[in-house]
């Protein structure tokens, strides 16, 4: 074993969760190290959400770590809805009293805030094998690791779990203090990305007999669409020309008229799923993002929730080392939970409006098909809508 180092906070996890919380530490005075088991190279590869909420644009600026985003990322005043070709605008800007979404890649906020902790020295340390939890239910928690074949001990005051769905945090919660809740949907998404220019200058959600899909975009030249596909489903059986086939026929004729075609540059198959694991908090252990939820990507979520609880569990942190008052450490958890499960409905239900269910009868279809002409027609179902989706206030 090496030399045991001290830090202030061990954050478990370098995806946007674990950065953003260094950060949030960091201009705030509080040390922490961060334990990322991929290499740098694996974490700024990953292709995962497109669309932040105000609150966590707001959050990058706090720390410093806009600049890129207001220059390279494209600012958002609404979105489309479809049934069947049929579509209709969601006046996000107009509905919620200026309110807007921002559009820069999940991979480059990554990618912002690992250069911002390497220029500010926050350590950020890659490939961190076999990271493991002690003493969480103590004063003096540490966490073990091995780092080029050696065996390290990081000692610290506490542990933030943000190593995703996967990881070894909640893990560490003894199964008779967790309580889990969870929804697996009878499909997944199956993703592409191509150097293409969107269809449309807004995203476009479309609820079609074929299924749902979905036109997004990381810049004026490179798209983002997804398919809802069944769950058995193998890359192989989707070329590119098969995704772009069902594309224009879910998206409606106005989108196909615009689409442009071009080689996926990245191609991927997700599951979802519902999932909330209670508390968010054991002793020293403190969860955030997706270490502690899952919510389907239809609503643009996941991201967004992971900077939420950074938010909330900053602000203890820096309070408890602020105070040495442990009482905001011990309503984190509570906080953090009520913005999760108004995120989880609201991801549930729109998956629920714009997904071809394989179980549903004609009636259902029917039900989904009348929300939405409900929606289409009547301004307070689609403020609801509008405000769910450029994100709710922090309370
Ligand atoms: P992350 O999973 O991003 O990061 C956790 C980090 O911990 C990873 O880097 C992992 O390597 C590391 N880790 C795991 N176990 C570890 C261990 N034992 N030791 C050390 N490190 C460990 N959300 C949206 O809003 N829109 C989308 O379109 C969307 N698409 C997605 C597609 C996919 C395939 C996936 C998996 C998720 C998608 N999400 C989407 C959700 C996603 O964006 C998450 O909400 C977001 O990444 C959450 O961030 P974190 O909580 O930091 O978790
Ligand atoms: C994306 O661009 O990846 C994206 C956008 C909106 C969503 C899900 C994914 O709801």
Redesign the pocket.
Known sequence: MGEAMRTQVAI???????LLLQQLLHVAGIESVV????SRAY?EGRI????LEQVTVDLLDKVGVAARMRREGLVHDGFSLAVDGERFRIDLKGLTGGSTVMVYG?TEVTKDLIDAAGARGCPVLFE?ED?ALHDLDGERPYVTYRKDGADQRLDCDFVAG???????SRASIPADVLNTYERIYPFGWLGILADVPPCDHELIYSNHARGFALASMRSTTRSRYYVQAPLDTRIEDWPDERVWDELEVRLGPEAAAHMTRGPAIEK?I?PLRSFVAEPMRWGRLLL????AHIVP?TG???????ASDVHYLSEALIAFYRTGDGQAIDGYSAKALARVWKAERFSWWFTGLTHRFPEADAFARRMQTAEIAYIRTSRAAQTTVAENYVGLSFG
């Open positions: 478990v996890g370098g995806g946007p969760a674990g334990l990322e088991q991929r974490v995962r959400a497109g669309v999940q961190a990271v943000c190593d995703g769905f996967h990881g070894v991927s997700a955030a993002g997706d270490a990507p643009a979520k996941g991201l967004n929730l992971a």
